[in-house]
């Protein structure tokens, strides 16, 4: 671990306000994360603001608290702030003046690359973000009821892909089966995350899957998106789940999905068993994990992008081979 959470107990006990910032573009664990541990704090008394600089996705909405998540315009900007599930200051994305004008920060998060830029950080790589919350509820003395429970469930099957990812510990069935206990809905968020998806989506999935290019003997996998190609389905957050959709073909380790947006363009990594795109991501300044990654190139095409993202993948296969 990097950091510590006796660090984090004293930074909550010694603050009675906080602002929560979750991720840019954000997912169902970045939400859930933040949505507990806003709950946690307020069970203790404390103030609290949920604060992300993109919009809820129409997907994690069912998330408890989600509804009150602010734009970083609408925030109250508290003097403690806390960045949930944050790689690096980029990710905050607009919401980095808050927790620049912070007087004290905090940091909790799971990614490897995390460079530890908060006043006090929690960083544990082996664990999803929000067994950490978990744990630092239950070392905060705060009860843990059905929607808190919920929350932090969402945020695991969501991190997890429902469990299947080799980010699963014992640790984490444990906490989820004490989480099922405390009232979350399996069944329910399941449904919701990964069995509810709107039309446009499933349209657009087809339409990049159907563009997919194969290199390397069927080892890498692309696909790619343009805004105006994107457009006529639904909001960019529908891109979801193609990367992960790229990778689950049987010949596939790297899978790259890329999008354009303005004059840059957003690239998804994942690799199947044994490949660390998390060193791919690093090498363009961009972070993650080993299996799940990305980043961003600036001022070029997306078919300029996708030569580039061949070439580092190939270059990470190699040496995965050498290894």
């Not at 599930?85 to 607009?94: T, Y």
Request: hydrophobic residues 40%; glycine residues 8%.
């Amino acid at each position: 671990m990097k950091g510590s959470m006796e660090k984090i107990l004293r930074f909550v006990e010694q603050n009675d306000a906080f602002s929560i910032i979750s991720h840019v573009a954000p997912d169902g664990d970045t939400i859930g994360s933040g949505t507990a541990l806003s709950r946690i704090l307020r069970r203790l008394g404390k103030r609290t603001e949920n604060v992300c600089c993109d919009q809820v996705p129409d997907a994690y909405k069912f998330i408890p608290g989600a509804e009150e998540i602010l734009l970083p315009e609408d925030a109250r900007g508290f003097d403690a702030v806390i960045a949930v599930d944050c790689a690096d200051k980029g990710r905050l994305g607009s919401a980095e003046g808050i927790f620049d004008r912070a007087g004290v920060t905090a940091n909790i998060d799971h990614h490897g690359t995390n460079a530890t830029y908060a006043d006090n950080n929690m960083i544990e790589e082996t664990a999803a973000c929000a067994e950490l919350i978990y744990r630092l509820g239950r070392a905060l003395g705060a009860e843990i009821d059905a929607e808190t429970a919920n929350c932090l469930f969402a945020a695991l099957v969501t991190d997890t892909g429902s469990f299947a990812y080799s980010n699963v510990t014992k640790d984490t069935m444990a906490i989820a089966g004490e989480l099922v206990a405390l009232g979350a809905n399996n069944a329910l968020i399941n449904r919701l995350v990964y069995h509810n998806e709107p039309a446009g989506k499933v349209k657009m999935h087809a339409y990049a899957l159907e563009r997919l290019h194969l290199y390397s003997e069927g080892r890498i996998a692309t696909a790619m998106l343009t805004e105006s190609e994107m457009d006529p389905f639904g909001p960019e957050a529908y891109t979801e789940g193609i990367v992960e959709k790229l990778r689950d073909i049987d010949t596939v380790e790297i899978a790259a999905f890329l999008r354009q947006k303005g004059r840059d363009v957003k690239v998804s990594l994942r690799a199947k068993k044994y490949a660390d795109v998390a060193r791919i991501a690093a090498s363009k300044n961009g972070g993650g994990h080993p299996r799940a990654a990305g980043y961003t190139e600036y001022g070029i095409t997306a078919a300029e992008a996708e030569k580039i993202a061949v070439r580092l993948a190939e270059k990470e296969l190699q040496a995965c081979w050498k290894e």
